[in-house]
């Protein structure tokens, strides 16, 4: 029942933009119509992405960062499951081993589009490199068992 909330749900996010693609892969073929498509994905995942992530004022401020990351949980446990590998001074590390978006873009035969919306993810990362930084080695959207967020204590030497 859980299953298909989380699904239920990421196709209703996700629903025009699979459907205009689909309309376009008729057209231009499935390879165009996600290269197409697929940057509209990261947009539209950006606003989601910027919401995951919790939000401090500077890089000083990072210790509060796994503090604000476990208010926000609330939100995001319905839908994603996760759990904190690691929480020290200079990491905060999640791995995500569901993700009702993925799962859903790859159930409607369209796996190509989901990079596209991890791609999100980077985005938001680079809009706080003066804060913190972000890596990520593993991906459910390419295929890994998990995607592995570390975000990084930003340093004056990093």
């Known amino acids: 029942m859980k299953k298909l ?3 239920i749900a990421a196709f209703m996010i996700l629903a025009p933009g699979l459907i205009w693609t689909y309309f376009l892969l ?11 498509c697929g940057p509209f994905f ?4 950006k606003p989601f992405a910027r919401n995951w992530v919790s939000k401090i004022e500077s ?12 208010k926000d949980f609330w939100l995001w446990g319905p839908l994603f499951d996760f759990s904190i590998v690691q929480d020290d001074h200079n990491t905060f590390k999640l791995n995500i081993t569901y993700c009702p978006i993925c799962d859903v873009i790859k159930a409607v035969g369209l796996s190509g589009l989901a990079p596209f919306v991890c791609e999100a993810d980077w985005q938001v990362a680079n809009e706080n490199k ?27 030497n990093t």
Request: aromatic share 18%; glycine share 4%.
């Open 42 to 45: 990261t947009l539209a995942s």
């Open 59 to 70: 890089a000083s401020d990072f210790d509060n960062f796994s503090i604000k990351m476990r």
């Open 130 to 156: 003066d804060k913190w930084l972000f890596k990520r080695e593993y991906q459910l959207s390419t295929g890994d068992p998990y995607c592995d967020h570390t975000y990084l204590r930003k340093t004056q």
């Open 26 to 36: 008729f057209f231009i073929g499935k390879e165009r119509a996600i290269k197409l």
């Open 5 to 7: 909330f989380r699904r």
